[in-house]
């Protein structure tokens, strides 16, 4: 009997996310594995995304056998391992008993006389062009393990020039993955991988000029629910386009008021939305200083908007503020933004969620929007901006 | 009136802030190591100030294309000057600059570690928190705070003529 378990984090979410999950059909899949005899009363797991959502299962392998049932929507990226251990250590990465491969609808066959790492793994399309994007990254990756190999020997002899140069090969090598899945993708309009691949490439917010290499994969890919989430993006992004009107906001300021957006019309409003301590966040608050400086004789309200992370106390809010010279209008939407993404209507509205903030946007005296998805980090942004208001 | 505050603001001995559009009108007190030492910026002339340290492979990367950018422009009025910054140990600098002269012609300063004049007066008002950086003056204003990468002959031709925007140069730059 597999026990079928979902990451407590995102349990919490599963609720929210339950009507969109079920509104896409769900397909079934089997998974039969067939390993050494040896793996007998061993732990196999699995983890995979069924349409965004974590789910962890379990079984027993007996005499090498072990059976997954379950749903997905999407084809889904998995994992399985066999006898994992209760931590993962850098110690013990290397001898860990796992493999990465896709699940279709239908039944997958894992088979081999030792463990998963070097089994067979027979399944739908997806799991067949994954396999395929595998056999082209061999080259590289024979480079690379011997380049590692090469770079141990020269920091053990203190060969420093030779590691330099072993490490930028490193570099082209790593660079070459790069060329080897946009061509990938380029050659399969019609895979669910390259959607797979090209989705991970624009985790933040999706730029409108992007939308030709989305448009040119098959409508099969496109109606799915990666596909859908990726056009609602898109969507989105010309809601938010210069020249549209902003969407209204209402959230609490500093002293517990309401603030909406409305209420600013007849001055430009700066909104930079954000969650703290991000890699080099006291550059991203020190241009935001810049940016205060350039157009506070321009007529301009400046805004951040706090998003908090769910293990800080709200009070982190003030403690940031402070920490990071806001002294301007400060709202928050605590609870706004989770792990599944947005949830308020202002993070929906704006298309917030962990891997698109912080994001900002200049809006005219008339509550038009003057310019969108600014780059933050830099330098020249606060001139940029200054030219924009008139 | 904003520009009579603006210079008496640069004289008080710490500066705040140093935006793009501010009066910039003296140099940090340094260590000129090689070429001709500043402490004034000269109205009349183009400054391209490039931050730069002995550990910063980056920065170091860059120096050839800074070179030869000096070697073309620096009798046209530009003053290329790469300033050693975030390091205290003046020994391996001199002996840098020392083992790759060819490699540096232009002028070199000394900044200092924590502490020193240069990091308070440029460093924490410039908000300078990685590099290689690269600053552009001219008319006793800082005109761009960028990366080396993009500084080019054409952004250069519009310093000189006098046509220079931000906008314009990174356009010249995606070209």
Known sequence: MNILKINIRLAITLSLLLFSVASFSQNKFTIKGQLSPEINGKKVLLSYKNN???????????????????????????????????????????????????????????????????????????????????????????????????????KEKGDNKAMDAARLEMNAEFAKTGKIDSNFIKDNPNSFLSLDIWRSKHRGTLR??????????????????AGKEIQAKFDLAKKLAPGQLAPEFKLKDTAGNEVSLSSLRGKNVFVCFYA??????????????????????????????????ADRPDSYWMET?????????????????????????????????????????????????????????????????????? | MATTIMSMYAQTPKREYLDVGDTINTYPKVEWIKGNAISKFDPSKIYIIDLWATWCKPCIAAMPHFNAMASKFKNRGVVFIAQDVMEGDRQKVLDFVKANDKMMGFDVAFGGGKGSDFEQEWIKPAGVSAIPETFVIKGNKLLWQTSPDMINEAVIEMLIKGDFSIEKAKKSITN
């Open chain 1, 52 to 154: 965004g959502v974590s789910v962890e299962d379990s079984t027993k392998a007996e005499m090498g056998k072990f059976t997954f049932k379950g749903l997905i929507g999407d084809p889904a990226y998995a994992r399985i391992s066999v006898d994992p251990p209760a931590m993962t250590t850098m110690q013990n990465v290397k001898s860990l008993d796992v493999r990465d491969f896709f699940i279709d609808a239908g039944e997958i066959l894992i088979t081999g006389s030792a463990g998963a790492k070097t089994a067979v793994i027979k399944g739908g399309k997806t799991q067949t062009d994954y396999q395929r994007r595998f056999e082209l990254y061999k080259p590289v990756q024979a480079r690379v393990d011997s380049l590692n190999t090469l770079i141990a020997g020269y």
């Open chain 1, 321 to 390: 503020i402070n920490r990071s010279n806001f002294n301007w209008m400060n709202l928050n939407d605590i609870g706004g933004v989770n792990n599944a993404g947005s949830v308020s209507s202002t993070a929906k509205a704006y298309g917030l969620t962990y891997y698109t903030l912080p994001n900002a946007l200049l809006i005219g005296e008339d509550g038009k929007i003057l310019a969108s998805q600014l780059k933050l980090n830099d330098t020249g942004l606060a001139q940029e901006l200054a030219q924009l208001i008139k």
């Open chain 1, 276 to 309: 703290p301590d991000f890699m080099n966040y006291d550059a991203f608050t020190f241009n935001l200083g810049r940016i205060n400086r350039a157009l506070k004789d321009k007529n301009t309200v400046m805004v951040t908007v706090y998003y908090g992370y």
């Open chain 1, 208 to 225: 409108s000029n992007f939308e030709p290499e989305f448009k040119r994969f098959s409508s099969e890919v496109k109606n799915t629910f």
